[in-house]
């Protein structure tokens, strides 16, 4: 087993917030992870309201208003979701 996923599978968010078009998650470990709204589709066209409403579960971020959820993982990894993009 690889040591890294392991470690990826301890981490576990303590408090997630938005801040000046950013996600910032603080993990359990202290470590802060970052991305920013424009990389999703649903939060980067989301109102304040509905970036800002989040739970978190030991395995990511829900966002309730968008019905969105991002695991911790995938966000270490840089995978935030899909991004529209526009028919050709």
């Given at each position: 087993m690889?040591t890294?996923e392991t470690?990826?599978?301890?981490?576990?968010?303590?408090?997630?917030?938005?801040?000046?078009?950013?996600i910032?998650?603080?993990?359990?470990?202290?470590?802060?992870?970052k991305?920013?709204?424009s990389?999703?589709e649903?939060?980067s066209?989301a109102?304040?309201?509905e970036?800002?409403?989040?739970?978190?579960?030991?395995c990511?971020?829900h966002w309730p208003?968008?019905?969105?959820?991002l695991?911790?993982k995938?966000i270490i990894?840089g995978?935030?979701?899909?991004?529209?993009?526009s028919?050709?």
């Amino acid at each position: 087993m690889n040591t890294l996923e392991t470690d990826l599978d301890l981490l576990e968010p303590t408090e997630a917030r938005h801040m000046n078009g950013w996600i910032v998650i603080t993990l359990n470990d202290g470590r802060e992870v970052k991305f920013p709204c424009s990389a999703n589709e649903y939060l980067s066209v989301a109102t304040e309201k509905e970036i800002s409403t989040m739970e978190i579960s030991p395995c990511g971020i829900h966002w309730p208003l968008l019905n969105e959820d991002l695991s911790i993982k995938g966000i270490i990894e840089g995978r935030f979701g899909r991004i529209s993009r526009s028919p050709q």
